[in-house]
């Protein structure tokens, strides 16, 4: 299976939790690069199979012209096919920031147009032994959580081969 990439605002702030998520579900998907994170809101995915250096320089123009943010992670919730997560507040500095990359990337919609754009982090899947209630426990004290979208990766996912493939920082 060839991989896909992805543009993210990683939440290291959840990443043992999501990462041990990974881990127990997908551990082929786990990755050895200690910059990924799979703790993060996805900005644009799918993203470019091949980007050129144009294409990343248009990126990192993005980024450049994106003011970083602080938001807050405070409740789990459950989206109606069972998706259990996080959504940040506020939302809108995330759902620009998807509106820019989608802009300047027109031949990639956000989650190919299948989807409503919501930004969130992904915790879990409901299921006969995950609820919103056992997640709820098991993220525990790591909510509420301030936390400061100050960067975007480009994130390559790929069994055996997650990595991050592209840093920008986001302005000052």
Known sequence: MPGHSVL???VTELEPFVRGRWQH???GWVSRDP???????????PW??????????????????TAAFDYDLREVRV????????????????????????D?????????????????????QESANVSLASTRALVGDLLPVGC??????LHWYKEGGCRVLADWKLAS
């Open 8 to 10: 993210v605002v990683p």
């Open 25 to 27: 579900y997908e551990p």
């Open 35 to 45: 910059a990924f994170t799979h703790a993060h809101v996805t900005v644009l995915a």
């Open 48 to 65: 470019l199979p091949a980007p050129t250096d144009a294409d990343l320089d248009r990126v990192a123009r993005v980024a450049a012209a």
């Open 79 to 102: 989206f109606p096919d069972g998706c259990l997560h996080v959504p940040p507040e506020p939302a809108a500095p995330f759902a620009a920031l998807t509106r820019a990359l989608a």
């Open 104 to 124: 300047a990337f027109p031949q990639c919609p956000p989650y190919g147009g299948a989807h409503d754009v919501v930004p969130h982090v992904t915790l879990d």
């Open 148 to 153: 400061r979208a100050d960067r975007l990766q």
